[in-house]
């Protein structure tokens, strides 16, 4: 167990390099500069753009600056913005929260309405319910969530406004509870419907299958109710597939938030992600793509070792190294 979880923390650690590398290398190969970002007085003049690209390092070579950055992440700095010299972190950490929240919401909305849909698809395979499940997940999952996030704001922004934020009104969930889910409540569900909907098809088609096993005929052919049927057999066999899915779609919901966040002006990771590319803003944008990526594959990582952990056929043969 401890060989398997050392070599996926550093397969993680690999992956991330390779990926913050290759975004330090893409954002500096774009056209612009952030200087160009920093209004007209200062893009204009020369002299002042030289002075801050001096002070911020800009002008040195592209090996160096890489080398510099790397250096710094090993120290636990994350640089300071290119645009108001505010530290990465501190900004980071002020957003992150925000994003987390929205996507914890967005899994609730998925996972359980998400599994108790798949089941009773299931279970009446067939029938009208099934059916139903089956075009409602397919409508949920084919939705843009950009489009329809729009589309939510129109609608329920005229009839009912005190569901969504004002223009820099929003309220964090220390302050007032109650407020700040009243407006979170609607992205939440914006982003996780097609969470919904995959979650929903994945345990559908994992509990059809479980349920054409010997070991769920055997248990119908006993005498077991149906319901213990489906609890104790089939969802124990249906249980890794859909947990595979279900971690892929938890780590989209918790990453994948850009679109909808923008829309309803909330001020978490995709917004600061959308400004930092806006503004190129190198450090800020960077800093983000290194805690996005870090999250997804640590949650890909728990998912993997909770599989090896339920399902024994995952494992290598012999010693499970």
């Known amino acids: 167990m401890i060989p398997y979880l050392l070599r996926r923390v550093l397969a993680l650690a690999v992956t991330v390099l390779l990926a913050l590398t290759m975004m330090f290398f893409l954002l500096h ?5 952030p200087v160009d970002s920093m209004g007209a007085q200062v893009a204009a003049d020369p002299e002042a753009r030289e002075a801050i690209s001096e002070a911020q390092g800009l002008d040195r070579p592209l090996l160096e600056q890489y080398g510099d950055y790397l250096g710094g992440l090993v120290r636990g ?19 992150a929260p ?17 599994l108790a849909a798949g089941v009773i698809a299931a279970r009446r395979h067939g029938r009208a319910a099934d059916g139903a499940v089956r075009v409602i997940t397919l409508l949920a999952v084919s939705v843009p969530s950009y489009w329809l996030a ?17 223009a820099g009104g929003f309220i964090p969930f220390s302050e007032d509870p109650v407020a700040n ?25 994992a509990l059809l299958d479980a349920y054409g096993t010997d070991e769920v005929r055997f248990g119908r052919a006993s005498g077991l109710p149906e319901c213990d049927v489906t609890r104790r ?4 066999r249906a249980a890794p ?12 919901l918790l990453t994948g938030t850009v679109l909808v966040e923008n829309v309803f002006q ?13 503004r190129d803003d190198y450090p800020l944008a960077l800093g983000c793509a290194l805690v996005t990526a870090i999250v997804l594959l640590s949650v890909n990582l728990v998912v993997d070792v909770v599989l090896h952990l339920l399902d024994p056929r995952t494992r290598p043969a012999g010693r499970w190294r």
């Open 29 to 33: 190969a774009s056209p612009g500069s």
């Open 150 to 166: 729009v589309l939510c704001l129109i609608w329920v922004g005229e009839r009912y406004p005190d569901l969504l934020p004002n």
């Open 181 to 205: 889910l009243q407006v979170m409540i609607l992205p939440a569900v914006v982003v996780g419907l097609s969470g919904f909907a995959i979650v929903a098809r994945s345990v559908r088609t």
């Open 98 to 114: 925000v994003s987390a929240e929205l996507g914890i919401l967005a899994i609730t909305v998925t996972i359980v309405p998400g």
């Open 241 to 252: 597939p859909s947990l595979a899915v279900a971690g892929l779609v938890v780590g989209g």
């Open 77 to 95: 700095d994350l640089g300071t913005s290119v645009y108001d010299g505010s530290s990465v972190a501190s900004t980071i950490a002020a957003a």
């Open 233 to 236: 057999l089939a969802l124990r």
């Open 266 to 278: 909330i001020p978490g990771m995709g917004s600061l992600m959308v400004t930092a590319f806006t």
